[in-house]
């Protein structure tokens, strides 16, 4: 079955590390997104990328990096520079960007800070 | 910059007992406005797209309309398997969707 799969479901960081999440899909879309939620808000942009080799900075880029080396793999860092790492994180594709089609969502990864 | 706002924040129902969402949204050319169901711990699943004012889509108990600054989500005697959040959102330029903060929704048997 064609989807989107993010691992791990659940990631433990300590302080000062830096750590990568998966997010896998096999629907052939060429865009790809990494979105961050929070309690009580609503989803918020990372990173977005409609090629492969090409990405562009969302609403709260600061903190992370991503890599599109391959249509179906977008990695998304939550480097020590993010100081405020614990969320659940959500990644996304779509054929063409956005335009008149919607987005699939992977299950995402909850990330805490111990 | 595009804005969604979403109401009310929380509603608890009964089942069977009707009730609609709101959302609220500011954009200069609406492309599209997107309906998502999540459940807890899991990412957010389609229900519906709206490009333009008077549209209207429905799927079982759900029933999705557009207007030129707001939509609604109606729940027509909705069972406790409906009880979600609903999160909107619409899109900006094209490459991206903004999301308003969604209405957990619980329906009690």
């Known amino acids: 079955d064609g989807g989107i799969t993010q691992s791990p479901k659940y990631l433990f960081r300590k302080e000062g590390q830096n750590v990568t999440l998966s997010c896998e899909q096999n629907?052939?879309?060429?865009?790809m997104y990494w979105y961050r939620q929070d309690p009580g808000q609503g989803l918020r942009l990372i990173y977005y990328s409609q090629i492969v080799n090409d990405f562009q900075k969302g609403d709260i880029a600061e903190g992370y990096s991503v890599s599109r080396e391959k249509k179906e793999s977008f990695p998304l860092t939550v480097t020590s520079a993010q100081k405020n790492p614990t969320a659940f994180y959500l990644c996304a594709s779509s054929p063409e960007g956005m335009v008149g089609t919607e987005a699939f969502f992977g299950q995402g990864t909850r990330l805490t800070v111990v | 910059e595009d804005q969604v706002t979403q109401s009310p924040e929380a509603l608890r129902l009964q089942e069977g007992e009707s009730s609609s969402l709101n959302c609220s949204y500011t954009?200069?050319?609406?492309?599209?406005l997107f309906w998502y169901r999540q459940d807890p711990g899991k990412g957010p699943e389609f229900l519906f797209t709206l490009y333009s004012a008077g549209e209207e889509k429905e799927k079982e108990r759900l029933k999705a309309t557009l207007t030129k600054k707001e939509s609604f989500l109606h729940i027509t005697a909705p069972k406790p398997e409906d009880s979600a959040t609903y999160l909107c959102?619409?899109?900006?330029?094209?490459?991206?969707?903004?999301f308003g903060q969604g209405t957990r929704l619980t329906i009690n048997p």
């Open positions: 954009v200069s050319g609406l492309r599209g």
């Open positions: 629907l052939n879309h060429d865009a």
């Open positions: 959102a619409v899109q900006e330029g094209a490459q991206k969707l903004v």
